[in-house]
């Protein structure tokens, strides 16, 4: 059965950084494009990043441009996001997804979702 595990999450001071991992199981991770999402309670679940199975393009909201990037290591079945700057507003719960689309924000494409961490930026 499939599955994805995120860690990496905690608190952190305001314009610090974390790194995120999500750890997938190698019938999920072959050939899907990957992608990271975020939910703040009373909020939507909102995109951040994504990236290609062959990590050769990747996309981010516009939030997070310039100081979140995405990266995968095909070969430890794990995608990453290293999260730099991070602001009172980053606070949220961490998703993982994985779809056969590449490069997709709508979560509704997404077939397979982590538990999710959570991240947490005081000020």
């Known amino acids: 059965q499939v599955q994805l595990v995120e860690s990496g999450g905690g608190l952190v001071q305001a314009g610090g950084s974390l790194r995120l991992s999500c750890a997938a199981s190698?019938?999920?991770?072959?050939?899907?494009?990957m992608g990271w999402f975020r939910q703040a309670p009373g909020k939507e679940r909102e995109f951040v990043a994504a990236v290609s199975w062959s990590a050769g393009f990747t996309y981010y909201a516009d939030s997070v441009k310039g100081r979140f990037t995405i990266s995968r290591d095909n070969a430890k079945n794990t995608v990453y996001l290293q999260m730099n700057s991070l602001k009172p507003e980053d606070t949220a719960r961490y998703y993982c997804?994985?779809?056969?689309?590449?490069?997709?924000?709508?979560?509704?494409?997404?077939?397979?979702w982590g538990q999710g961490t959570q991240v947490t930026i005081s000020s």
């Open positions: 190698r019938r999920t991770f072959s050939r899907y494009a």
């Open positions: 997804a994985s779809t056969p689309i590449a490069l997709d924000a709508d979560p509704r494409k997404y077939d397979y």
